[in-house]
T-cell receptor
């Protein structure tokens, strides 16, 4: 158990819908990262937050957005969903978001768009 | 986006055999990491490497950070059935004080035959 929790574990929805994925980092960790894992693209970085502020952006679509709240939990919002958005979405957390800070991954949310 | 070239894509070995896998990149990384992912779980950190030339062990696992900072390898000695899973290399640039995202290889699927 990494100490990172993600809900829900599975999500099935239809194209065009909007969903919210939730992540609670390890106790004491200030930085949260979101990754998408798909068969064709592998594990891809989406976005990083540090202490409530966006720190870095990766291959995140404009239809996707995220935020980190004062209690440090984070949410990833996916809207106007397409079939190709079906994937595993992982949240990771680290102490301060620096180079030598280990990123601990949650168990993931499996999103299926029908 | 940026990719790490990880090989082999899959390995099918007998219990007790040694395993070697590697990652190469066209870019320099300041940190190399090796993760293992099992079905239904998020990636779990096995070894982190922070200096070029560094050789680090974790039980039966040994990993090295290449001198050029563009490659890394992971060895598993005397494999056992519970070594089964997907092994990912990941690189972290950490340049500019703001981008500590992980760039992942596509993974090596390891199957161990008892």
């Amino acid at each position: 158990d990494s100490g990172v929790t993600q809900t829900p574990k599975h999500l099935i929805t239809a194209t065009g819908q909007r969903v919210t994925l939730r992540c609670s980092p390890r106790s004491g960790d200030l930085s949260v990262y979101w990754y998408q894992q798909s068969l064709d693209q592998g594990l891809q970085f989406l976005i990083q937050y540090y202490n409530g502020e966006e720190r870095a952006k990766g291959n995140i679509l404009e239809r996707f957005s995220a935020q980190q709240f004062p209690d440090l939990h984070s949410e990833l919002n996916l809207s106007s969903l397409e079939l190709g958005d079906s994937a595993l979405y992982f949240c990771a957390s680290s102490t301060a978001g620096g180079l030598s800070d280990t990123q601990y991954f949650g168990p993931g949310t499996r999103l299926t768009v029908l | 986006g940026q990719q790490l070239n990880q090989s082999p894509q899959s390995m099918f070995i007998q219990e007790g055999e040694d395993v070697s896998m590697n990652c190469t990149s066209s870019s320099i990384f300041n940190t190399w990491l090796w993760y293992k992912q099992e079905p239904g779980e998020g990636p779990v950190l096995l070894i982190a490497l922070y200096k070029a030339g560094e050789l680090t062990s974790n039980g039966r696992l040994t990993a090295q950070f290449g001198i050029t900072r563009k490659d890394s390898f992971l060895n598993i000695s005397a494999s056992i059935p519970s070594d089964v899973g997907i092994y990912f290399c990941a690189g972290q640039m950490g340049s500019g004080g703001s981008n500590y995202k992980l760039t992942f290889g596509k993974g090596t699927l390891l199957t161990v035959n008892p």
